[in-house]
């Protein structure tokens, strides 16, 4: 990832600052993949439970990475919320697809708008069209069980974790100060 070429703005946040809130999304995205990956036969309470924590973590990691606004985080929380309750394959998916899909086409839509003004602009347009394929896909895997919902919703989680991962750590490398000795 490469930063725009545009000066940053005062209300558009530096590298220095997003890097932390993006890797938590990052982190978030990858521990619910290695969950959906490591759990062989999962019931659908641990479907269930292992969605719902990962919508609401991710509402919370994307508000605090500036990619939804509050009400969008709001919105993909109470999907999160609706998986907990529903405790069905049924009501997971759709929970998931709900919250997946607002999600994506925030991020996507925000991506176009800013692409070139915002160090993120790139990153949120292809973690939109994660974001939106995942959901997409899930209906077509509820009749087949908790296993395969967690495999859909799990393989875009990694897809989007790993873009999250390089995209904070070039913040991080983007934002450090040069030190005095590379100066002279």
Do not use: C
């Amino acid at each position: 990832m490469t930063l725009p070429t545009s000066s940053a703005t005062p209300s558009t946040p530096t590298a220095a600052g997003l890097w932390k809130p993006v890797l938590v999304r990052a982190g978030v995205a990858l521990v619910f993949g290695a969950v959906t990956v490591f759990w062989g036969s999962p019931s659908v309470h641990v479907l269930a439970w292992a969605t719902g924590v990962y919508l609401l973590a991710t509402a919370g990691a994307a508000f605090l990475a500036e990619s939804v606004p509050a009400a969008a985080a709001v919105v993909v929380g109470l999907a999160g919320v609706g998986a907990l309750m529903t405790q069905s394959d049924t009501g997971v998916g759709v929970s998931a697809l709900v919250g997946l899909l607002l999600l994506g086409v925030f991020e996507l839509v925000q991506g176009y708008r800013k692409r070139g003004r915002h160090v993120l602009g790139r990153d949120w347009i292809i973690s939109g069209v994660v974001g939106i394929g995942t959901a997409v896909a899930l209906p077509f895997f509820i009749s087949l069980g908790a296993h395969a919902l967690l495999g859909v919703a799990g393989g875009g989680a990694i897809i989007s974790g790993v873009l999250w991962v390089l995209s904070g750590l070039s913040l991080r490398h983007d934002g450090r100060t040069p030190s005095a000795e590379a100066v002279n």
